[in-house]
């Protein structure tokens, strides 16, 4: 079986900072690329960055670069999405994706994690 598990989320104040972590375990192992999404209330799901297998591929939505920043540790198993300079429009549930290809398109992602819900609010 394939599992991803986040964790990490929780409640920041604007400007603050967030660290979360997706834990990759089976076959999600074997996939290319592990992707950070999100999903806002009533709004629909969407990329905020990937990493490939070995860290030499990263890329990030407009909206987040320059203040988000994806790495791993295979060694561990992990996937990290720091957040810097939160704002509440980053409030949503963040979920992690195992999929074959460098991409941020979200039906092209096979395994998902639970999510996990980052709050920004004063």
């Known amino acids: 079986q394939s599992h991803l598990v986040e964790s990490g989320g929780g409640l920041v104040q604007p400007g603050g900072s967030l660290r979360l972590s997706c834990v990759i375990s089976?076959?999600?192992?074997?996939?290319?690329?592990i992707g950070w999404f999100r999903q806002a209330p009533g709004k629909e799901r969407e990329g905020v960055s990937f990493i490939t297998r070995t860290g030499g591929i990263t890329n990030y939505a407009d909206s987040v670069k320059g203040r988000f920043t994806i790495s791993r540790d295979n060694a561990k198993k992990t996937v990290y999405l720091q957040m810097n300079s939160l704002t509440p429009e980053d409030t949503a549930v963040y979920y992690c994706a195992a999929g074959p290809i460098a991409t941020m398109a979200t039906h092209r992602f096979d395994v998902w994690g639970q999510g996990t819900q980052v709050t920004v609010s004063s």
């Open positions: 089976g076959g999600a192992l074997d996939y290319y690329v």
